[in-house]
């Protein structure tokens, strides 16, 4: 059974920084392709980052630059976001594709098959 965890979450302003854990547990993680997703009020889910299983980090246009995206092998993945905006504002969501080792090119990067609960991020403008 796989399990993720998300924390990290908060109330930030504007131009702040907050850093995101997920901690996973299960089979095939050090195998796959794990990731990040938001989704803000009134608006569909959509892919931030994914990681491939040897590391390889893709990110969306909108957050290049400004977030980082690592992962521990099989057992965290991290989103490191500075600069935040009040578009930024949005659940994260952790989650992991276990049919795959590796991210496609655009978002949303991945199929996640696996969902943590979520973390509330909140920018203030």
């Known amino acids: 059974q796989v399990h993720l965890v998300e924390s990290g979450g908060g109330f930030v302003q504007s131009g702040g920084s907050l850093r995101l854990s997920c901690t996973t547990s299960?089979?095939?993680?050090?195998?796959?392709?794990i990731g990040w997703f938001r989704q803000a009020p009134g608006k569909e889910r959509e892919g931030v980052a994914c990681?491939?299983?040897?590391?390889?980090a893709h990110l969306r246009d909108s957050v290049k630059g400004r977030f980082t995206a690592s992962r521990d092998g099989a057992n965290a993945v991290y989103l490191q976001m500075n600069s935040l905006r009040s578009e930024d504002t949005a659940v994260y969501y952790c989650?992991?594709?276990?049919?795959?080792?590796?991210?496609?090119?655009?978002?949303?990067?991945?199929?996640?098959?696996?969902w943590g609960q979520g973390t509330q991020v909140t920018v203030s403008s």
């Open positions: 990681l491939s299983s040897d590391g390889s």
């Open positions: 989650a992991a594709d276990t049919e795959y080792y590796y991210c496609s090119d655009t978002a949303p990067f991945m199929a996640p098959n696996y």
């Open positions: 299960g089979p095939f993680l050090g195998d796959s392709a």
